[in-house]
């Protein structure tokens, strides 16, 4: 056990380390559209973004403002100061997550790095918001709640943050009402409260 609990923290200090090298390689590459960014957020927060699109994205703004407040850093410093800790969060937040399901953390590491390569190739320099990064933890937490069978209230709690953070948050009631029909092959039978309370989530976001 001993063994296990240092070879744990070992994985988490490394995980810590990647996450460490990833945000400054986004910020790097974002360049000077972090003052842009920032300032998308900051016409949310303002009731004015430039796409109607973005007008239920609340998340984002009242992060930087947080942030802001509680560090006394311009909206710019706080959003690159937030895009290094959610890069570090999610590469310690897959590393766990992968660690949980396939018992290993030298696995749990290995896609901890994978998933930060996969950040870094996928993203879209130009627009890099901390939105991105928040819908790369919610994805995280969710396949975990999936893969673990979670009870209702995890995958609502998780739709709330997800809903305030961006509109793919759908995706979870819309699973969750799938997996309240029946099936045969796991022997499920249909849950009708399951099923009205996710299609009452998905009308809620939809509304929103």
């Not at 810590?16 to 590459?29: K, M, N, T």
């Not at 979870?172 to 099936?183: E, G, K, M, Q, R």
Request: proline share 5%; with cysteine; glycine share 8%.
């Amino acid at each position: 056990a001993p063994q296990r609990i240092v070879h744990g923290w070992a994985a988490l200090a490394d995980a810590v380390a990647i996450g460490c090298a990833l945000s400054p390689l986004l910020l790097l590459l974002s360049g000077a559209r972090l003052g842009i960014l920032a300032s998308n957020a900051l016409d949310i927060e303002n009731r004015r973004p430039y796409s109607v699109a973005l007008q239920a994205r609340l998340l984002e703004p009242a992060l930087l403002k947080l942030g802001a407040a509680a560090t006394g850093l311009t909206w710019t410093r706080a959003f690159a100061a937030e895009v290094a800790a959610l890069s570090i969060a999610i590469v310690v937040a897959t590393t766990v997550a992968f660690r949980q399901y396939v018992g290993a953390w030298s696995e749990g590491l290995r896609y901890g790095a994978l998933q930060a390569v996969a950040l870094v190739l996928l993203h879209d320099p130009e627009w890099l918001h901390l939105w991105d990064l928040v819908d790369v933890l919610i994805a995280t937490a969710f396949g975990y709640a999936v893969a673990t069978r979670a009870r209702l209230p995890v995958f609502a709690a998780l739709f709330v943050v997800g809903l305030a953070n961006r509109e793919s948050a759908l995706f979870i009631p819309l699973w969750v009402t799938l997996s309240a029909l029946p099936s045969r092959r796991e022997a499920r039978p249909f849950q009708p409260t399951r099923f009205a309370l996710s299609l009452g989530g998905m009308g809620l976001g939809l509304a929103a």
